[in-house]
C-alpha cells in the first residue's frame, strides 16, 4: 500500500471517528435524515505576519466549516441547515473546492433561539 492510499484509509478512519448525526435541512423545506458531518471549529489569524506572535495589530477569528463524505451526504445547497442538536446548528454558505472524497463548506452558526423549532437527529 502506497503513501496516497495510506492517507485515504486514515482520512476514512478519522472521519468515522469523529462524525456526528444531522439533520439536514434544505432552503426548500426538504429534510433529510439519516447523515453524518464532521465540524470544524478553528482559530485563524487575520493580518498575521510569519513568525510573529499575534502583536496588537494582528487578531484571530474562528473560522467555522462543515465537513460532508462525499459518497455519504445529502444533495446540499447554500442557505441550507445543518442541525446537530437543540444548541448546535450550522446555515451553509459556500462549498470550497473537493478534496479527494470531502467537501467542505463554511457555515455561519444558527442562533439556540432559531434551532428550538428544528428537528434535531
Not at 485515504?8 to 432552503?27: C, E, I, K, N, T
Not at 458531518?37 to 473560522?63: F, P, W
Request: proline share 8%.
Amino acid at each position: 500500500m502506497g503513501l496516497r492510499e495510506i492517507k485515504a484509509q486514515a482520512r476514512g478512519d478519522l472521519h468515522r471517528a469523529m462524525r456526528v448525526p444531522m439533520v439536514y435541512l434544505a432552503p426548500n423545506g426538504d429534510e433529510h435524515r439519516g447523515y453524518f458531518c464532521r465540524i470544524h471549529s478553528q482559530n485563524k489569524a487575520l493580518g498575521d505576519m510569519q513568525g510573529t506572535s499575534l502583536n496588537y495589530a494582528e487578531r484571530t477569528e474562528v473560522v467555522p466549516r462543515v465537513l460532508f463524505w462525499i459518497d455519504q451526504m445529502p444533495p446540499v445547497s447554500a442557505r441550507g441547515r445543518v442541525v446537530i442538536s437543540k444548541t448546535e446548528g450550522w446555515r451553509l454558505n459556500n462549498a470550497d473546492p473537493r478534496d479527494g472524497a470531502t467537501v467542505t463548506w463554511q457555515a455561519t452558526p444558527i442562533p439556540v433561539a432559531e434551532l428550538a423549532d428544528l428537528p434535531v437527529p
